[in-house]
């Protein structure tokens, strides 16, 4: 294989203002599972300000942020970041967004003080903060069908309700948790090549399955379909303890 097409590229969205909880996490299972099988596994950090550098990408990383840092970012995006993101999607890179960053590829997300971040409607979904925090497990039962396990564990301290409309489909359904606004039982959304989720934990290293999704999904477009199997025994551990833990 031509030794260009043995590289996987990470591009991490705001990595100085959207990263909480964890979420550095998912940025480091996506490349060393990359490694782990002999790509040349490397990150592109895309703060605020042009950039010329989003074709190179595989999978987007959006993390989690607080109303604040969502603040700092939203206008930057609009202007620096929508239109390289939708061509490296249309091109077939994929976009891994949790919470904060899930919400503003969305219409919008409203603050509960009523201030409304326009996002960038990549994927069809609105959010609206309510008066009540989300916060703790979440066991989803994803939609995915080239993942086994079939479930999705992580943590979600989110306010925002995010409510999908027509041309986003559901991650999953909330079998422990509240996911995307506690009443219609949907977790996430994907939208293309779009995968947006509430959960952080991070998300990743106790979802190796969902991690390799997204290697796979990106690297079709290179006539990458296979991926070498890990052994996933340490993760997947992790992955039932809270399965177990959820289900007490
Ligand atoms: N500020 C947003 C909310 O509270 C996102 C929080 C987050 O990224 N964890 O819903």
Redesign the pocket.
């Known amino acids: 294989m031509a030794r260009h097409q043995k590289t996987f590229t990470v591009g991490w969205l705001y990595p100085d203002l959207m990263n909480?909880?964890g979420d550095r996490g998912n940025i480091l299972t996506l490349l060393k599972r990359a490694e782990w099988r002999d790509f040349e596994a490397r990150l592109i950090e895309l703060g605020r300000g042009t950039t010329k550098r989003m074709d190179e990408v595989d999978v987007f990383f959006f993390g989690?942020?607080?109303?604040r840092e969502?603040a700092l970012v939203y206008e930057d995006l609009l202007e620096h970041k929508q239109p390289p993101l939708e061509r490296a999607v249309a091109a077939g890179a994929g976009v891994l967004a949790?919470?904060?960053g899930y919400?503003l590829l969305g219409h919008y997300y409203q603050t509960g003080e009523g201030e409304r971040f326009p996002g960038i409607g990549l994927i069809d979904v609105r959010t609206e903060?309510g008066t009540r925090r989300f916060i703790g497990d979440v066991v989803v039962d994803s939609a995915l069908v080239d993942i086994r396990p079939t479930t999705l564990v992580g943590f979600e301290?989110?306010?925002?309700r995010t409510y999908l409309g027509p041309k986003a489909k559901a991650l999953g359904r909330v079998r422990v948790g509240f996911g995307n606004n506690g009443d219609d039982h949907t977790e996430g959304c994907l939208q293309g090549g779009v995968l947006g989720t509430y959960l952080?934990g991070s998300l990743l290293p106790k979802n190796p399955h969902l991690a390799d999704h997204l290697i796979r999904s990106s690297l079709r477009r290179r006539g990458i379909t296979d991926l070498a199997a890990l052994d996933d025994t340490a993760e997947l551990a992790a992955h039932e303890k809270i399965l177990a833990r959820s289900a007490r």
């Open positions: 909480i909880y989690g942020g607080q109303d969502q949790v919470c904060g919400q903060a301290n989110h306010s925002g952080h």
